[in-house]
């Protein structure tokens, strides 16, 4: 980006804020599926007076109230009756009028509402695109630009020193990462070539000093990625797949950590054909449990997919859960252990123990169906376990990985620009390093450039 276009950009923002007059828009904030509850927003100016079609009821004089009224459609037929709640702007998210209404959560009643807000004038009033509220909150000046990109981390990142960068961006500010200290280093450097470039005949100048400052500033880069780098290849999830021989009880032990129905269980053999994974919170400890297509001799094309997929999946586990209902034979243990590449990282769960014989072993798990969920959890001590394998870092996390990623790119320039003689050419490559920083960050507008630049004039100029 050339340095007019970078002119251009900052003063459509700033006319952007100045000008802008949105639509109404809504959306739903929760999935669509049958849950206790599924949520909509609405924001923009029309909020008010769309709550009172729907509700038959003023907010104005309420905000940040909870209400519980009937929500009505276009042929005045009660859609459901729910809990709503209006904020009145600034004092809001998105800095404008905005409202949340909590339907039961039915898709169908979610279907009958959308179908009431799409007979609303669509000109005024329209579903919002992805990431709308999020920039409308922007445009208002309730976030910055990395702010908003905090937000997503948290939502999107499964990393919890990640996760708690971003919380340390969102409720602090853009300070707490070093790319704002880098920032500060790069307008200076820039700055300090501004000033340099109409003196370079005179005998004051002094080209040596400028590239130690950019070799000092790419030198910081590398560091600030070695020691995130470091941070964050530091799991914080732990994988534990669920294997053994078919129907042997894996999809019905796989249900009950995760406390859903997640994967099908019968008593025909080879019903689970796949890998399935889910995620498990446990006690701000985050587990992906892994069910597996079971073992036979002959199995089928699809069965045999399944299999060999969990196989290669075996290389990113941490412990293994290996069950089965009789006494395991030392020949298929190693069988088991040897396939899957198991060193000492599994433990043995005997399951359907209750139809067994009680026949005591120190080594295994004893599972059965009476056992439930939270006694299931404590038993296979997945606790334990992750406490075993995931070694929390001391280390605190000042960039995420999409950040490291552009420090990476930024670093591409570093060999190329200290090999150069040439301010010209020096200036040019700065800016644009500059120009990166802004679009992806916000963080350099200019009124930065400038304030800097003319700092360093006399008093009275």
């Known amino acids: 980006m050339s340095p007019l276009n970078a002119l251009l950009l900052c003063a459509k923002v ?4 100045a000008l802008y007059k949105p639509d109404t828009i809504y959306s739903s904030f929760t999935p669509v599926v049958k849950s206790a509850v599924i949520g909509y927003r609405i924001s923009g100016p029309l909020t008010l007076k769309i709550l009172s079609l729907l509700t038959r009821f003023k907010f104005k004089n309420y905000p940040g109230k909870v209400f519980y009224k009937s929500l009505y459609d ?8 729910c809990n709503i709640v209006y904020f009145k702007g600034p004092k809001s998210f998105t800095g404008e009028d905005v409202a949340e209404i909590y339907i039961h959560g039915s898709p169908a009643i979610a279907s009958h509402l959308e179908k009431s807000f799409s007979k609303i004038n669509p000109i005024d009033f329209r579903q919002a695109k992805n990431g709308e509220f999020l920039y409308r909150a922007m445009i208002n000046n309730k976030v910055s630009l990395k702010q908003s990109q905090a937000i997503n981390n948290i939502i999107m990142s499964e990393n919890l020193q990640e996760i708690d960068y971003s919380k340390k961006v969102l409720f602090n500010g853009d300070e707490e990462s070093e790319l704002y200290d ?4 790069a307008i200076n450097i820039y700055s300090k070539i501004i000033t340099s470039i109409d003196f370079i005949e005179d005998e004051s100048f002094d080209l040596d000093s400028i590239i130690k400052d950019i070799r000092l500033f790419f030198q910081k880069i590398q560091k600030i990625i070695k020691k995130n780098r470091t941070v964050i290849e530091q799991n914080n999830i732990l994988n534990v797949m669920i294997i053994g021989d078919v129907n042997v009880g894996k999809s019905t032990i796989f249900n009950k950590i995760i406390g859903q129905e997640r994967a099908i269980v019968t008593n025909i053999k080879g019903t689970t054909r796949d890998v399935v994974a889910e995620n498990l919170l446990l006690e701000n400890k985050i587990y992906r449990i892994y069910d597996t297509a079971g073992y036979r001799k002959k199995q089928g094309r699809i069965e045999l997919l399944g299999y060999k997929k969990a196989l290669l999946l075996s290389k990113e586990i941490n412990h293994f859960l290996i069950v089965f209902n009789d006494a395991l034979s030392k020949n298929d243990l190693n069988r088991i252990k040897k396939e899957f590449n198991i060193k000492n990282n599994f433990s043995l769960v005997l399951n359907k123990s209750d139809t067994h014989k009680k026949t005591k072993n120190n080594q295994y798990i004893y599972l059965n169906k009476s056992i439930n969920r939270q006694k299931t959890i404590k038993l296979l001590k997945l606790q334990n376990i992750h406490h075993k394998y995931i070694k929390k870092s001391k280390e605190i996390l000042t960039v995420n990985k999409n950040e490291i990623n552009f420090l990476e790119k930024l670093l591409e320039n570093g060999e190329f620009i200290l090999n150069q003689q040439d ?4 200036q040019e490559i700065f800016r644009n390093i500059i120009d990166e920083f802004s679009e992806n960050f916000g963080y350099i507008n200019n009124e930065d450039m400038l304030d ?4 360093s004039f006399c008093i009275g100029k």
Do not use: Q
């Open 14 to 17: 700033y006319n952007d804020r």
């Open 74 to 81: 276009y042929s005045d037929k009660i859609i459901d009756r």
């Open 182 to 185: 880098l920032k500060e280093s």
């Open 423 to 426: 301010l010209l050419i020096i």
């Open 452 to 455: 800097n630049v003319f700092s």
